[in-house]
T-cell receptor, first 107, second 124 residues
Framework: IVLTQSPGSLSLSPGERATLSCRAS???????LAWYQQKGGQAPRLLIY???GRATDIPDRFSAGGSGTEFTLTISRLEPEDSAVYYC?????????FGGGTKVEIK | QPQLHQSGPGLVKPSETLALTCTVS??????????WGWIRQPPAKGLEWIGS???????NYNPSLKSRVTMFVDTSKKQFSLRLNSVTAADTAVYYC????????????????WSQGTLVTVSS
């Protein structure tokens, strides 16, 4: 399953809302879609699993949803530390795949 | 929470074998719940799943790398390992090991805990 993320990058001000999209080339089984945040030089950090479940210690300004082939990650009230690349990942098929990432810059 | 610590050389010559080991602490590598996986990230690029291994030794590899990859588990040492043979410059990447945990409803596994990663450069 090929995951296409859009936009490739976005630049927003603190307090604004960011909406990131992840589109799958075929339906993702059982909403098996996760989102990760990766800051420069660090390992990815799990944000969301099961399309909408927030991982441990993830602030509630991160929310996500979707099903089938369309998924969204929303970051409300952006903070400077949210500057990162965000990846979606599907684990519903035996061949695990990642999207190409969306870079979020905080002005 | 589990911690994953990688070890292995940061420089490998072309045509040779890349070998990395991931040591798990704070968790049981023999748990029937988890899989253990490897992911890589070429410089300034995205993430690519290499493969996953279960504590029994059962494996699942990315078809694009399957002919060159071997993964195995040593439960006595709480380690799982990656071997990638016949490497080229295209295999230069940061390599991560990670735990895959099951979703409580679907039972399908996603990456939850990751190592810090090791840059492996393929160069003569």
């Amino acid at each position: 399953i090929v995951l296409t993320q859009s936009p490739g990058s976005l630049s927003l001000s603190p307090g604004e809302r960011a909406t990131l999209s992840c589109r799958a080339s075929q339906s993702v089984k059982s909403r098996s879609l996760a989102w990760y945040q990766q800051k420069g030089g660090q390992a990815p950090r799990l944000l969301i699993y099961g399309a909408s479940g927030r991982a441990t210690d993830i602030p509630d300004r991160f929310s996500a949803g979707g099903s089938g082939t369309e998924f969204t990650l929303t970051i409300s009230r952006l903070e400077p530390e949210d500057s990162a690349v965000y990846y979606c990942h599907q684990y519903g098929s035996s061949l695990l795949t990642f999207g190409g990432g969306t870079k979020v810059e905080i002005k | 929470q589990p911690q994953l610590h990688q070890s292995g050389p940061g420089l490998v010559k072309p045509s040779e074998t890349l070998a990395l080991t991931c040591t798990v602490s704070g968790d049981s590598i023999s748990s029937s719940s988890y899989f253990w996986g490897w992911i890589r990230q070429p410089p300034a690029k995205g993430l690519e799943w290499i493969g996953s291994v279960y504590y029994t030794g059962s494996t699942n590899y990315n078809p694009s790398l399957k002919s060159r990859v071997t993964m195995f588990v040593d439960t006595s040492k709480k380690q799982f390992s990656l071997r990638l043979n016949s490497v080229t410059a295209a295999d230069t990447a940061v390599y991560y090991c990670a735990r895959l945990t099951p979703h409580y409803i679907s039972g399908l596994h996603y990456f939850d805990y990751w190592s810090q990663g090791t840059l492996v450069t393929v160069s003569s």
